[in-house]
């Protein structure tokens, strides 16, 4: 059954978070019951990973719930298909990213929001990062592609930087 109504069980865990959050609940270790970190495990999800999302809304109304539940969508969907509901055991070392600064194809950011977008993807996120943080979500805004198509086309091109390159390139200018 879960399968079929994963999306409306989210909602409520989220929709409980925002309630906590702006009540002082402000943690992610005290934010969800038992019940709620099982289930979010269970799709592929970190309870920090839906309270950075949570947090950001409370404090600036960005992300949306739409945008947080597609990308949810997508990591949920690499979970149970490739890694067949079984978290890799890893999480990426924060300090190994390329900087904010760095460039690809003289485009600055990409190079660090396609290595947080993999590990986005395959459950490896460390607590203090976030794919779709304060400095994602204006960049892709810029280059006019979404947090959840963005997240998909790494994953289709299994993190190829120079086909990475040519998609954001083709959205660029596009309005």
Known sequence: MQNYTWAEQFKKIYDAAVLRYNNGTQTAKDIFSKEEVEF???IGCSAQELFDFVED????????????L?????????FLNVQHGKPSGKVIDSDKLPAKSAELGGISWLPRIIEKAQAKLHGEMPPEL???CGGDRPFLRGVNIHLADFLRFVW?????????????????GKK
């Open 70 to 78: 597609l990308v949810t969508e997508v990591r949920r969907e690499y």
């Open 130 to 132: 976030m794919y779709g």
């Open 156 to 172: 289709q091109v299994d993190g190829d930087q120079q086909k990475v390159l040519g998609y954001v390139n083709e959205h660029r």
């Open 40 to 42: 979010l495990a269970s």
């Open 57 to 68: 809304f409370c404090r600036g109304d960005e992300p949306i719930y739409s945008d947080v």
